[in-house]
Antibody, heavy 121, light 107 residues
Framework: EVQLVESGGGMIQPGGSLRLSCAASGFTVSSNYMSWVRQAPGKGLEWVSV???????YYADSVKGRFTISRDYSENTLYLQMNSLRAEDTAIYFC???????????????WGQGTLVTVSS | SSELTQDPAVSVALGQAVRITCQGDSLRSYFASWYQQKPGQAPVFLMY???NRPSGIPDRFSGSSSGNTASLTITGAQAEDEADYYCHSRETSGSWVFGGGTKLTVL
């Protein structure tokens, strides 16, 4: 069964750092595009970051320079290192796999259950 | 701010059809994908590649695209279809973007 399980969320003070993990099963993280998506309380989905199979990365402007996406091949795990956290980073963070479509775009499937990050003093 | 525009809320009578739209310049180059999210749950993948449904998604859900607009149509809406619906697309810049979401109410 294809599955993603996130962990590492919690409460952190502004300016702090946190690393989220996403353990994959049923497929190989290294040979897929993988992404992080977040959802602030009561708000819509916001794309955060993607890592391609060639290890190229892209970030939303809101997190660029503060967040780093990476993966561990041996652990089959995706990570999101979050530094200089702000109150506006408070959200549920989902990891997801990118499925390519016929135009070179893609869709997200499956999704993990999410992990809550709360940035507050 | 989102570069994919969705109506914030749409309502439909039980058993009737409803169309949820998504507009954005990136849709001239890339297909939209669609997701359903119910309160307290992770999003569920509904549609991609214009009109391809993942296995397990009922055939009352269909997709289409024209110009800068993508549409998700529910034919014969059911009570369990009441949820938030999000479109998503890749952008020509290389990043990815979601629409602001549409809250569907089934009356």
């Amino acid at each position: 069964e294809v599955q993603l399980v996130e962990s590492g969320g919690g409460m952190i003070q502004p300016g702090g750092s946190l690393r989220l993990s996403c353990a994959a099963s049923g497929f190989t993280v290294s040979s897929n595009y993988m992404s992080w998506v977040r959802q602030a309380p009561g708000k819509g989905l916001e794309w955060v970051s993607v890592i391609y199979s060639d290890d190229g990365t892209y970030y939303a402007d809101s997190v660029k320079g503060r967040f780093t996406i990476s993966r561990d091949y041996s652990e089959n795990t995706l990570y999101l290192q979050m530094n200089s956290l702000r109150a506006e980073d408070t959200a549920i963070y989902f990891c997801t796999r990118v499925i390519a479509d016929s135009r070179g775009g893609g869709a997200f499937d499956p999704w993990g259950q999410g992990t809550l990050v709360t940035v507050s003093s | 701010s989102s570069e994919l525009t969705q109506d914030p809320a749409v309502s439909v009578a039980l058993g009737q059809a409803v169309r949820i739209t998504c507009q954005g310049d990136s849709l001239r180059s890339y297909f939209a994908s669609w997701y359903q999210q119910k309160p307290g749950q992770a999003p569920v993948f509904l549609m991609y590649d214009n009109n391809n449904r993942p296995s397990g998604i009922p055939d009352r859900f269909s997709g289409s695209s024209s110009g800068n607009t993508a549409s998700l149509t529910i034919t014969g809406a059911q009570a369990e279809d009441e949820a938030d619906y999000y479109c998503h697309s890749r952008e020509t810049s290389g990043s990815w973007v979601f629409g602001g979401g549409t809250k569907l109410t089934v009356l």
